[in-house]
Nanobody
Framework: VQLVESGGGSVQAGGSLKLSCAAS????????MGWYRQIPGKERELVSS???????TYADSVKGRFTISQDNDKNTLYLQMNSLKTEDTAKYYC?????????????WGQGIQVTVSS
């Protein structure tokens, strides 16, 4: 299994970025996929998730600004991030099998940096 993130970078506050997570030898299931982020010295937090039935969740801090989606044909998970704030600056990780107790293993991408400047 391989999850590869792309689309990160630097942007000014108020701008947008779209993260992609290309999955190899893995497909979204009821065990879900999600986007997490982590700032050095802090715990990794769940930003948004999606399961195969289309159920989505968002952290309160990103509701109304971020949108998670998937392209089954491309086996890719996306995170559209609009109205970015400086506090969105973090390393973002894609993960598969994130529903607790659903699968034996959770898979992680290598992470990608998002930096939002004022």
């Amino acid at each position: 299994v391989q999850l590869v993130e792309s689309g990160g970078g630097s942007v000014q506050a108020g701008g947008s970025l779209k993260l992609s997570c290309a999955a190899s030898r893995y497909r979204m299931s009821r065990c879900g996929m999600g986007w997490y982020r982590q700032i050095p010295g802090k715990e990794r937090e769940l930003v948004s998730s999606m399961t195969s039935d289309g159920t989505t969740t968002y952290a309160d801090s990103v509701k109304g600004r971020f949108t998670i989606s998937q392209d089954n044909d491309k086996n890719t998970l996306y995170l559209q991030m609009n109205s970015l704030k400086t506090e969105d600056t973090a390393k973002y990780y894609c993960a598969g099998n994130i529903v607790p107790g659903c699968a034996l293993l959770t898979y992680w991408g290598q992470g990608i940096q998002v930096t939002v400047s004022s």
